[in-house]
């Protein structure tokens, strides 16, 4: 059923949304656990792990930009879900290692939260998908790549910070012991189907007209 080239896909994916999130939780919990500084390493992070598995997965890590991808048919069904769901994992599998290694135990952060953290991680999620989405039109590699995803991510959870912890990847909310779902699944699902279809309809059509002048 699935084929070398399929697992590899899927491996990437885990992998790289694993590591992501495991630089995440660990700078946010040490002494320079701020947002300017997670969002530096959280990018770089994105940006390493584009330059080593764009060419395999595509380098999504986050269940919001895949499912974006899927509703403006760039992802089909089957991979959007077998994307998200191992980019989930992934989460998973980031808060296992930090408790293991930090021998802890992450505190569940959850609980109700209102629209102005929802619409923070919106804004955050819409910002990174409308870089990578750049990215991805322009075909982007090497060091542009890196720098370009990395930065819109990193620029995301700035963003997103000012109203909450600036998860902006649900992934990264469970790795933290923080899945809300009215507020770090909604608004980064929310962020990533509007700023993959922003860039879609209205963007990318006056990127390929520049190209052919």
Known sequence: MF?????AMLLAELVGTAVLALVFIGVQRTGIGYPFFIALAAGLAVGAMAMVFGATSGAHFNPALT?????????????????????????????????????THIASMSGHYGARIMIGEAIGVFVFVIGWTAAATQKFEGLKLAATVGGSFALGIIIASLASYGFANPAIALADNSFGWSTYVLGAAIGGVVGVNFYKYLLAGTVKAKAKK
């Open 67 to 103: 499912l974006g991808l899927w509703t403006a048919r760039k992802v089909k069904t089957i991979p959007a879900i077998l994307y998200i769901a191992v980019q989930i994992l992934g989460g998973a599998i980031a808060f296992w290692t930090y408790n293991f290694l930090a021998k």
């Open 3 to 7: 084929g070398n080239k399929k697992i």
